[in-house]
């Protein structure tokens, strides 16, 4: 089946720099990505829709600026946590919408500690 | 607006007792609606879904779930459980397919 993988799976980054997740499709050509995040204990929250070639949309709440999103191609998406500090150590997973067909598919996650 | 509650954040079964895992919904318009589960350090895996056709809808690994629309509920169920069910496992509610909105998760343990 379409895999969609996600890198680092574990990131630990001092408070203050930033770090970038990257999120790949690695069998099927995605128009649309999603990001989402997990604080412990709680739901899955959708943060942003990513679409290859234009400037994503953020869910309310979301800061654009912090969160940076680019989807520069196709198979890649990418989530750069600017100036990351401890209250954004959460599991953040991405998932990814065949161009072809209504399926999504989402990735195995990513861990961030910030300390 | 959509949302999505699953009651209790824990469950126990014995191995070969019956699974049920609760989920409600909130939605304004007809929904989509999904259950994945997710073991760990993995992604999350597709269990079943509904959209708007069989009302009860058979997944993989033998679970199955009912949409009652009554109720608003969908909740996730298996005769009898095995030991590499134990996972987490998400209800989750959408509009269009694409943008998901889930619950909190349950997560289920198997006991010998």
């Known amino acids: 089946g379409a895999v969609v993988s996600q890198h680092p799976s574990w990131v630990i980054c001092k408070s203050g720099t930033s770090v970038k997740i990257e999120c790949r499709s690695l069998?099927?050509?995605?128009?649309?990505m999603f990001w989402y995040r997990q604080f412990p204990k709680q739901s899955l929250m959708l943060m942003a829709t990513?679409?290859?070639?234009?400037?994503?949309?953020?869910e309310q709440g979301v800061e654009k600026d912090k969160f940076l999103i680019n989807h520069a191609s196709l198979t890649l998406s990418t989530l750069t946590v600017t100036s990351a500090h401890p209250e954004d150590s959460s599991f953040y997973i991405c998932?990814?919408?065949?161009?072809?067909?209504?399926?999504?598919?989402f990735g195995e996650g990513s861990w961030l500690t910030v300390v | 607006a959509q949302s999505v509650t699953q009651l209790g954040s824990h469950v126990s079964v014995s191995e070969g007792a019956l699974v049920l895992l609760r989920c409600n919904y909130s939605?304004?318009?007809?929904?989509?609606l999904f259950w994945y589960v997710q073991y760990p350090n993995q992604g999350l895996q597709l269990l079943l879904k509904?959209?708007?056709?069989?009302?009860l809808v058979k997944g993989i690994n033998g679970f199955e779930a009912e949409f009652k629309k009554s109720e608003t509920s969908f909740h996730l169920t298996k005769p009898s459980a095995h030991m590499s069910d134990a996972a987490e496992y998400f209800c989750?509610?959408?509009?269009?397919?694409?943008?998901?909105?889930f619950g909190t998760g349950t997560s289920l343990t198997v006991i010998p």
């Open positions: 990513s679409n290859e070639g234009s400037k994503a949309t953020y």
């Open positions: 939605s304004s318009v007809p929904p989509y």
């Open positions: 509904y959209t708007s056709a069989a009302t």
């Open positions: 989750a509610v959408s509009v269009n397919g694409n943008q998901f909105y």
């Open positions: 069998d099927f050509q995605a128009t649309t």
């Open positions: 998932s990814a919408r065949k161009s072809s067909g209504n399926t999504i598919y």
